[in-house]
């Protein structure tokens, strides 16, 4: 089956720690997006990638870090520079905007929490 | 820079009765991608409907259509027929077409509840 997979489900950092999260897709999308959903608000970009080996921040990407060394995989790692990690973390996939674009695909997030 | 609101941050109906959630987006490009996105409890986001800026038809799914309204620049969901299932999150989002990032904006979203 095609889609993607984050892991792991719930992941518990101490303070002063960084973390990576997984995310993995196997519908060989060009882009890649990480998002932050916090409670009573929508999703946030933190980075995003349109193509192996490139990728630009979004709007919260202080504290975080991500790399694009395979077409599948987008890792993001939340440093302790981020003040306040706690949250959940969505990644998402799709074809290149301008190519038969149709929508955005997420997984199934992954839970961070600060202890 | 484009904003998506949803003024609604919770809404109930009861099971099959119609509702209607609200979005409006500000925005100044001429050419771009409105979706409405669903997130259960399950929080797996999922895409219900989405529509496309230069075509003037509401797009429709089944039991799920759209109000576009570009020169109001709104665009809201109805939901027929309303399932237990429908229960989740809606989230709407804008895309812009120019500079071909595929960044999507998102409202703050509704909570929709069906009661059986």
């Known amino acids: 089956d095609g889609g993607i997979t984050q892991s792991p489900k719930y992941l518990f950092r101490k303070e002063g720690q960084n973390v990576t999260l997984s995310c993995e897709q196997n519908?060989?999308?060009?882009?890649m997006y990480w998002y932050r959903q916090d409670p009573g608000q929508g999703l946030r970009l933190i980075y995003y990638?349109?193509?192996?080996?490139?990728?630009q921040k979004g709007d919260i990407a202080e504290g975080y870090s991500v790399s694009r060394e395979k077409k599948e995989s987008f890792p993001l790692t939340v440093t302790s520079a981020q003040k306040n990690p706690t949250a959940f973390y969505l990644c998402?996939?799709?074809?290149?905007?301008?190519?038969?674009?149709?929508?955005?695909?997420f997984g199934p997030g992954t839970r961070l929490t600060v202890l | 820079a484009q904003t998506v609101t949803q003024s609604q941050p919770e809404m109930s109906v009861q099971e099959a009765e119609t509702v209607t959630l609200s979005c409006t987006y500000d925005?100044?490009?001429?050419?771009?991608?409105l979706f409405w996105y669903k997130q259960p409890p399950s929080r797996q986001m999922i895409l219900v409907i989405r529509?496309?800026?230069?075509?003037?038809q509401n797009a429709t799914e089944n039991r799920f259509s759209v109000n576009f309204q570009k020169a109001a620049k709104s665009f809201s969901l109805k939901i027929s027929d309303s399932q237990l299932g429908d229960t989740a999150m809606y989230f709407c989002?804008?895309?812009?077409?120019?500079?071909?990032?595929?960044?999507?904006?998102f409202g703050q979203g509704t909570t929709l509840q069906v009661k059986p």
């Open positions: 998402a996939s799709s074809t290149a905007p301008r190519t038969n674009f149709r929508e955005q695909f």
């Open positions: 519908l060989n999308h060009d882009a």
């Open positions: 990638s349109q193509i192996v080996n490139d990728f």
């Open positions: 925005t100044s490009e001429s050419n771009y991608y």
């Open positions: 529509q496309e800026a230069y075509k003037q």
């Open positions: 989002a804008f895309m812009k077409v120019a500079g071909n990032t595929g960044k999507l904006i």
